[in-house]
């Protein structure tokens, strides 16, 4: 069983950064490849990046390339999401996920665990 707790959202203008943290419980949090995904009003969840379970691959949606980078501390048992040059439309929940494999999985039914979201609105 993994919990996790997501933090660091927020109210950002456009062009801003936020950077945000995903705490797990749990002494597995290692064995999981992790991700993040977000959905905005009227949208269905979409992925937004992921990391594999030591840390050494990642891949990220072609909307957020670039501009987002996800990282884990598996000693911390914590995973980010740096959000460089935000923009209006990445306004939405975002959501920190673990996958039931250790390597990169951007489709969300392989996601088993969730957090709560965390709201990130960024304002023109």
């Known amino acids: 069983q993994v919990q996790l707790v997501e933090s660091g959202g927020g109210l950002v203008q456009a062009g801003g950064s936020l950077r945000l943290s995903c705490a797990a419980s749990?002494?597995?949090?290692?064995?999981?490849?992790m991700g993040w995904f977000r959905q905005a009003p009227g949208k269905e969840r979409e992925f937004v990046a992921a990391?594999?379970?030591?840390?050494?691959?990642?891949s990220s949606a072609d909307s957020v390339k670039g501009r987002f980078t996800i990282s884990r501390d598996n000693a911390k048992n914590t995973v980010y999401l740096q959000m460089n040059s935000l923009k209006l439309e990445d306004t939405a929940v975002y959501y920190c996920?673990?996958?039931?494999?250790?390597?990169?999985?951007?489709?969300?039914?392989?996601?088993?665990?969730w957090g709560q979201g965390t709201q990130v609105t960024v304002s023109s």
């Open positions: 996920a673990a996958s039931v494999t250790r390597y990169i999985a951007t489709n969300v039914n392989l996601y088993k665990y």
């Open positions: 749990g002494r597995t949090f290692s064995s999981y490849a």
């Open positions: 990391i594999s379970w030591s840390g050494g691959s990642t």
